[in-house]
Every structure is written in structure tokens, then in C-alpha cells.
């Protein structure tokens, strides 16, 4: 059994960062419109057996999705924690935990990160900068204790090489591609694809508005 994590900002300060683009309600859309892509994406995958968000807010979640509701919204490895204390993740074979901004996941990237996965290995999807972790998937959910932020990727590659477990390191071009910063935007704006973040900036003028930033 592998379960998702998917850890969710309070929607009222997520991507504060593209308020030189974006007004407060086209923000908070955005985020609740990534997610669904990133949801659709994990219903699709075939060794996912479980979803669970964690959020500090309710969320209107599709049916087969579970809210994990912390008490604050106090960081990414905070939210991790927190979901580590419910038994259906800590109990499960392993863990994938996903951000909720990944506008171009797809579940073929997701089926191709779970592919063989073996008991006490650690697999990391890095963002296309090369220096975060966009996908972490954990064989068992506690195998190291997770450190999202800046360098992630090679911290999650050093904490389980130095306890001895496997780690494989994958660059999946649905994974890599994550928006936090109004270059993000623009770039995804140039990303041909039918997601539901492509139809979403179609729909509120966006795709235009963005062409002009170039």
C-alpha cells in the first residue's frame, strides 16, 4: 500500500510571490486549480491506494480524498509530521509526498516513480532547477525525516545514503515543473497542454495578460 501526501498552504497567503501578476482571488484559484491537477493526477496513478491533503482549512475535496486538518499551517516537513501521526500513513508500505503546485503532473510520472519500488528505498523527483525535491517517495513513510526548502534534494539524497538506504534521483517532466515564482508563470504560460491550469488561465484572460510580460 503507497499512500500520497499532498501538504496544502492556507490559500489566503499561498504564492504570495506572484502578486506583481496575480490579484488575491486569481491566486487563490490558481492554488485550488493546481491541486486538482495534481489530485486528478494521483486518483490516475496505479499504485496509489490512498490520498490524504493536509491542510489547516477545509477543503472541497473530490470523493476518495481525506483531509488531514493540522491545527496551523506551520511549514512543508511540519505538515509531513503531522500526517506521519495518523496510522493509515505511518502504517502504509510507503509514502509519496507531492507539493499541490504541479500544474504538468501527470499519472504516467507518477506510475514511473513507483515502478518496483522496494522496502527501505528512498526516491526523489527534483525540480527542473536541479535543487529541490518536487516528489518523495518514502519506503517506509519514516524512513529519514523530510527537509523541503532550498537544497532539498540533495539533503533527502544525503540523509538516506548515510543511513545506507538505496536512493534513486528521477527527472520526470511532469514532477520538475512547479510555480512559485512569476517567471514560473510565464514559463508554464509557454507550456502547450490541456490541464485544468492551462483551461483555468485561458478562462480568466491570463494566458493573454501573461504573453505581455515576456
Do not use: W
Amino acid at each position: 500500500m503507497i499512500v500520497a501526501v499532498v501538504p496544502v498552504k492556507n490559500l489566503t497567503r499561498a504564492k504570495s510571490r506572484l502578486t506583481s501578476l496575480l490579484d488575491a482571488v486569481e491566486r487563490k484559484l490558481l492554488v485550488r486549480t493546481m491541486l486538482s491537477n495534481v489530485l486528478d493526477a494521483l486518483s490516475g496513478a496505479k499504485g496509489i491506494t490512498n490520498v490524504f491533503v493536509v491542510a489547516e482549512e477545509d477543503l472541497d475535496l473530490p470523493s476518495g480524498v481525506a483531509l488531514l486538518r493540522e491545527p496551523g499551517n506551520r511549514g512543508y516537513d511540519e505538515a509531513v509530521s503531522f500526517a506521519l501521526t495518523d496510522p493509515r500513513v505511518s502504517g502504509a508500505k510507503a509514502m509519496l509526498v507531492v507539493p499541490s503546485d504541479l500544474p504538468l503532473m501527470g499519472a504516467s510520472d507518477i506510475d514511473a516513480l513507483l515502478q518496483d519500488v522496494k522496502a527501505c528505498e528512498a526516491r526523489i523527483a527534483r525540480a527542473r532547477d536541479g535543487d529541490g525535491t518536487n516528489a518523495l517517495l518514502l519506503a517506509p513513510p519514516n524512513l529519514i525525516p523530510t527537509r523541503f526548502g532550498p537544497g532539498s534534494c540533495e539533503q533527502h539524497r544525503q540523509a538516506a545514503s548515510r543511513c545506507g538506504y538505496p536512493v534513486k534521483v528521477f527527472t520526470l517532466d511532469g514532477l520538475a515543473f512547479d510555480i512559485d515564482t512569476p517567471q514560473d508563470l510565464i514559463d508554464f504560460r509557454a507550456c502547450e497542454g490541456q490541464t485544468r491550469t492551462h483551461a483555468f488561465l485561458r478562462r480568466y484572460g491570463l494566458t493573454k495578460r501573461l504573453s505581455g510580460t515576456n
